[in-house]
């Protein structure tokens, strides 16, 4: 009887240990929120961390391409230019997975300033994100983002 009671358990297991397991697109959206909340505590290595080490990005005109070590540039400067006053909300969130390991998660994000490049009553722009599952970890490989035509 034990033996066929450790027997279920052990058979269960692998079932039981799935229920705790964080789908794909929770991992995506969870990494997007830890990235923003890395950005309200001026962390930028925090913000850089889930970028893959051949990230590419890029914005309007003027903001970009970008690799990994110059979107860091990028935001050191914009938080220097800012005076540490740089703040995002970021609004509905759309992921999809392509295939098991590949996915994209677009979103809209309010941007606001000190009033030196961003403007102190904000900016919506439009985010487009590429995500790839590397050694377990979801890795943003690449973004695009530009300003909302509603807010220009």
Do not use: Y
């Amino acid at each position: 009887m034990r033996v066929l009671l450790g027997a279920l358990i052990l058979g269960l297991l692998p079932v039981l240990g799935g229920c705790h397991h964080t789908p794909a697109e929770q991992q995506i959206r969870d990494t997007i929120t830890a990235m923003q909340k890395a950005g309200e505590r001026h962390d930028i290595d925090g913000i850089v961390a889930p970028l893959s080490d051949d990230f590419i990005g890029g914005g309007d005109e003027e903001a970009g391409p970008f690799d990994r070590r110059d979107f860091k540039r990028f935001l050191t400067f914009v938080q220097m230019r800012e005076g540490g006053s740089v703040h995002t909300t970021i609004g509905a969130m759309t992921v999809a997975l392509q295939g098991t390991d590949h996915a994209t998660a677009n979103f809209d994000v309010l941007v606001t300033g000190g009033g030196g490049l961003l403007p102190r009553d904000g900016q919506v722009e439009d985010v487009h994100t590429g995500w790839r599952l590397d050694s377990g970890r979801w890795k943003m490989i690449s973004a695009e983002w530009k300003a909302n035509a509603g807010t220009r």
